[in-house]
T-cell receptor
C-alpha cells in the first residue's frame, strides 16, 4: 500500500462548488503539506502543518482552507472553486526535522469548469 | 530570498545518450539542502536525492550522478546511457533558513528519451 494517499485522484467540478481533497499517510510523519502544480511553474506551497495544532499559510493560500483532522490526515478545501484553481494538487509529508525530505502523494487532478 | 533556476525547459535525446540537467540556485544561507525529484508521465513525484551544503562530494547511483558545486551554486544531474523510462519531468528544489525551511522548487526540465 502507498505511504501517502490522496482522494479523489481526479475531479471535475463547476465554478462555485465546494471541493475537498483528502490526504492520508502511514509514514508516521509529523509534517504535512499541500502544493499545487501548474504547467511551467513547478510546485507552489498552499498550506503546511507541523502538527495537528500548527497550521500555516504558504505562498498561495488565498481561496483555500485546510484541516488537520489527525496526525495522519490533512485535507484541503476550495470553498468556492474557480477555473484558475484548475491544477494538479499534491500532498506531501516529512518528519519533524526542518530539512527532512518531503515525500509526495500521487496527486489529484482538479478541473474547474 | 531563495530561488531555483532550471533553464532547460525541455531536452530531447536518443536512447543511450548521456544527458545533464542543470540546476542553479540562490540562497543567503550557509547551511541549506538540495533535492531532485522525478515526475514520470503517470504524474507522481518521486524523490531521487537529498544533499546538504556541507557535502560537496559527487554522488553516483547506478546510471544517475549528481555534481554539486558551491562555487557556481549548481547541483546538476546526469543520466548516463539514458533509457526511454527516464522520460519525465525533473525538479530541483532547495530549502534552508532563507525560505523558513519551505521547499522551493525550480520550474522543472522535461526530458524526452526517444528510442
Amino acid at each position: 500500500d502507498a505511504d501517502v494517499t490522496q482522494t479523489p485522484r481526479n475531479r471535475i467540478t463547476k465554478t462555485g462548488k465546494r471541493i475537498m481533497l483528502e490526504c492520508s499517510q502511514t509514514k508516521g510523519h509529523d509534517r504535512m503539506y499541500w502544493y499545487r502544480q501548474d504547467p511551467g511553474l513547478g510546485l507552489r506551497l498552499i498550506y503546511y502543518s507541523f502538527d495537528v495544532k500548527d497550521i500555516n499559510k504558504g505562498e498561495i493560500s488565498d481561496g483555500y482552507s485546510v484541516s488537520r483532522q489527525a496526525q495522519a490526515k490533512f485535507s484541503l478545501s476550495l470553498e468556492s472553486a474557480i477555473p484558475n484553481q484548475t491544477a494538479l494538487y499534491f500532498c506531501a509529508t516529512s518528519h519533524s526535522g526542518s530539512t527532512d525530505t518531503q515525500y509526495f502523494g500521487p496527486g489529484t487532478r482538479l478541473t474547474v469548469l | 530570498a531563495q530561488k531555483v533556476t532550471q533553464a532547460q525547459t525541455e531536452i530531447s535525446v536518443v536512447e543511450k545518450e548521456d544527458v545533464t540537467l542543470d540546476c542553479v540556485y540562490e540562497t543567503r544561507d550557509t547551511t541549506y539542502y538540495l533535492f531532485w525529484y522525478k515526475q514520470p508521465p503517470s504524474g507522481e513525484l518521486v524523490f531521487l536525492i537529498r544533499r546538504n551544503s556541507f557535502d560537496e562530494q559527487n554522488e553516483i547511483s547506478g546510471r544517475y550522478s549528481w555534481n554539486f558545486q558551491k562555487s557556481t551554486s549548481s547541483f546538476n544531474f546526469t543520466i548516463t546511457a539514458s533509457q526511454v523510462v527516464d522520460s519525465a519531468v525533473y525538479f530541483c528544489a532547495l530549502t534552508g533558513v532563507d525560505s523558513s525551511y519551505k521547499l522551493i522548487f525550480g520550474s522543472g526540465t522535461r526530458l524526452l528519451v526517444r528510442p
